[in-house]
């Protein structure tokens, strides 16, 4: 699934932090903080523009990661969630969120991203998390996370010691 397309056909524009600094003068200190020095504590986040929506990812991300950060921003406007969070910059994150909107929408973009089904059948074939990555276009720390979370690899682990595959 591609993210850039679902926002596309839900009619919400997504924007780098490179073309957000580079329309408002005086934002280059901050687009060299979130990009450079520290892209750790700003990944994307979705915001409510009156009735619209926006979305701004970090684009000093490499492409997986941006790709799993669009899906999961994605997955808050599917899931309808409350666009509460507060952003800010102290501390290690820059953000505060809902907990259970979080996880409801790490679950989705991963259901998204790399459907239960494909992750059962690639674990049965003995597919590397490398190679999951790379089939479907994500880091292969989602690959990783999800081919596990899901229980894949151990649904797999115990068919072959069964003998049933």
Same mark, same amino acid.
């Given at each position: 699934?591609?993210?850039? &397309?679902l926002?596309?056909?839900?009619g919400?524009d997504v924007?780098? #932090? ?11 200190a901050?687009?060299?903080h979130? !990009?450079e020095? =520290? ?7 979705? #915001?409510?523009l009156? =009735?619209?929506?926006v979305?701004?990812?970090?684009? /000093?991300?490499?492409?997986p990661?941006?790709?799993? !950060? @669009?899906a999961?921003e994605m997955?808050?406007? @599917? @899931? ?5 969070t ?15 909107q ?5 679950? #989705?973009?991963?259901?998204l991203?790399?459907p239960?089904?494909?992750? =059962?059948? #690639? ?16 880091? !292969? ?14 649904? &797999?682990?115990?068919?072959? !010691?069964? /003998?049933?595959?």
């Open positions: 699934m591609d993210p850039y &397309a926002a596309e056909l839900y919400i924007f780098t #932090l490179h073309e957000v600094a580079e329309d408002h003068s005086g934002a280059m901050a687009l060299r979130f !990009t020095v =520290r892209p750790d504590v700003f990944s994307a986040a979705v #915001l409510c009156g =009735r619209r929506r979305i701004v990812e970090n684009s /000093g991300h490499e492409r990661r941006r790709v799993s !950060t @669009l999961h997955s808050h406007v @599917l @899931l309808e969630h409350e666009f509460t507060l952003l800010r910059t102290s501390g290690r994150e820059c953000r505060d969120s809902d907990h259970d979080e996880s409801e929408a790490a679950e #989705l973009s991963g259901e991203l790399l239960f089904d494909a992750a =059962r059948r #690639l674990a049965h074939n003995g597919v590397s998390d490398e190679s999951v990555a790379a089939r479907f276009g994500i880091s !292969t720390e989602f690959a990783r996370w999800r081919m596990n979370a899901t229980g894949a690899r151990l649904i &797999a682990q115990r068919a072959k !010691t069964r /003998g049933n595959y």
